[in-house]
């Protein structure tokens, strides 16, 4: 019985050896696609939630119909230097302290 335990314990560890090298190797192989796949799940985030809420929906398309191409410019770059400001934020918050 002790001789059955003994391998039992022995092919659990080989297995945990096994999965732990199978998992790091996905994380190798899967790393390229990081970010393209965080930018389809924020995509999907916001369609869940224009689902979950159609208001939004309808709030956001007549706001882009009643207003002009120039002024979607020109909140679209504002927008995308609040983006840039509070990336910087986030480098220098998340700074370790030496």
Same mark, same amino acid.
């Given at each position: 019985?002790?001789?059955?335990? =003994? =391998?039992?314990?022995? %092919?659990?560890?080989?297995?945990? =050896? +096994?999965?732990?090298?199978? +998992?790091?190797?996905?994380?190798?192989?899967?790393?390229? &696609?990081?970010?393209?796949?965080?930018?389809?799940?924020?995509?999907?985030?916001?369609?869940?939630?224009?689902?979950?809420?159609?208001?939004?929906?309808?709030?956001?398309?007549?706001?882009?119909?009643?207003?002009?191409?120039? %002024?979607?410019?020109? &909140?679209?770059? +504002?927008?995308?230097?609040? &983006?840039?400001?509070?990336?910087?934020?986030?480098?220098?918050?998340?700074?370790? %302290?030496?």
């Amino acid at each position: 019985m002790n001789m059955r335990i =003994a =391998a039992i314990r022995h %092919r659990r560890t080989l297995l945990i =050896a +096994r999965a732990a090298l199978q +998992r790091t190797q996905m994380t190798q192989a899967l790393q390229p &696609w990081q970010r393209p796949l965080a930018v389809v799940d924020t995509v999907a985030e916001v369609v869940r939630a224009f689902r979950q809420h159609p208001v939004f929906a309808a709030v956001g398309t007549s706001l882009f119909i009643s207003t002009t191409p120039h %002024r979607w410019l020109l &909140w679209a770059g +504002r927008l995308f230097t609040l &983006w840039q400001v509070a990336q910087m934020v986030r480098a220098l918050w998340h700074k370790p %302290r030496a």
